[in-house]
T-cell receptor, first 109, second 112 residues
């Protein structure tokens, strides 16, 4: 059975902290891994990773995929209150996408 | 903006009534998906489509049917709504040849 597991379930940090969100997966036909940010509305696309060791960066956010150990991490540096959201990890296996239950991040001023 | 709209955006209905949700896209993408999102469960796939009249079941398809008679529209029908189908429903598309997925704004459905 294909599955995606995210940890931690929730996280509370202070502005300026650095956070690391984890996503592990077990799927039969890996095509890509995606990260989304969800703020009380539809998920918005952040990154897509397809190859190991490739770090994607967008401002203060970065992500790495390890296809050997079957996990990905999402790093957020110098967190801001606007980073407060649920972060979703998903794996594309061909026809379907499998989602983790998300990590809820709260950034306190 | 992936050009995805959903209608209605909010709906309250009663148990036993039929409900149809519509997803409309403007960019002729081949793949379209319907998910439901519930606390503690994340996003779960209901049905997906890989072309006109080509659909398949997802993880939580019981109680739902879909139709895709045109590339741009993907309809989700609850034949007889139950309270367990109270949820937020998201439509998504995957660009042809791509490996990413983009979401519509969602429909909040309440079944009383």
């Amino acid at each position: 059975e294909d599955k995606v597991v995210q940890s931690p379930l929730s996280l509370v940090v202070h502005e300026g902290d650095t956070v690391t969100l984890n996503c592990s997966y077990e799927v039969t036909n890996f095509r890509s891994l995606l990260w989304y940010k969800q703020e009380k509305k539809a998920p918005t696309f952040l990154f897509m990773l397809t190859s190991s060791g490739i770090e994607k960066k967008s401002g203060r956010l970065s992500s790495i995929l390890d296809k050997k150990e079957l996990f990905s991490i999402l790093n957020i540096t110098a967190t801001q209150t606007g980073d407060s959201a649920v972060y979703l990890c998903a794996v594309h296996t061909g026809n379907q996408f499998y989602f983790g239950t998300g990590t809820s991040l709260t950034v306190i001023p | 903006d992936a050009g995805i709209t959903q209608s209605p955006r909010h709906k309250v209905t009663e148990t036993g009534t039929p409900v149809t949700l519509r997803c409309h896209q403007t960019e002729n993408h081949r793949y379209m998906y319907w998910y439901r999102q519930d606390p503690g469960h994340g996003l779960r796939l209901i049905h997906y489509s890989y072309g006109v009249k080509d659909t398949d079941k997802g993880e939580v398809s019981d109680g739902y049917s879909v139709s895709r008679s045109k590339t741009e529209d993907f309809l989700l029908t609850l034949e007889s709504a139950t309270s367990s189908q109270t949820s937020v429903y998201f439509c998504a598309i995957r660009p042809t040849g791509g490996n990413e997925q983009f979401f519509g704004p969602g429909t909040r459905l309440t079944v009383l």
